[in-house]
């Protein structure tokens, strides 16, 4: 079975920075696509980055220049790394992969931005 676990959020003030974790019960290349989402309160779950199997990445307008996805030497744990938060950055961060045309979820990581 297909499992994904995030860690690594929290709260963190504007301006700072977090990363979070997925480790995948697959390696990472068993996957088409890896990335995540995030949903904040009252919002849509929005794409915020992904990386393909190739390490192709893509990212959200609203967090490039800021975030950067990435895949650890463990192969099977995708990065995301936050910086310059900002209280809009506030949500639910939830890993996902694609496999198969099939698609995982984690559970999701609070990440709150506040001072």
């Known amino acids: 079975q297909v499992q994904l676990a995030e860690s690594g959020g929290g709260l963190v003030q504007p301006g700072g920075s977090l990363r979070l974790s997925c480790a995948a019960s697959l390696s990472f290349f068993n996957f088409n696509l890896m990335g995540w989402y995030r949903q904040a309160p009252g919002k849509q779950r929005e794409l915020v980055a992904t990386i393909s199997s190739g390490g192709t990445t893509n990212y959200s307008d609203s967090v490039k220049g800021r975030f950067t996805i990435s895949r650890g030497n463990a192969k099977n744990t995708v990065y995301l790394q936050m910086s310059s938060l900002k209280p809009e950055d506030t949500a639910v961060y939830s890993c996902?992969?694609?496999?198969?045309?099939?698609?995982?979820w984690g559970q999701g990581t609070q990440v709150t931005v506040s001072s």
């Open positions: 996902y992969g694609s496999r198969n045309s099939i698609a995982y």
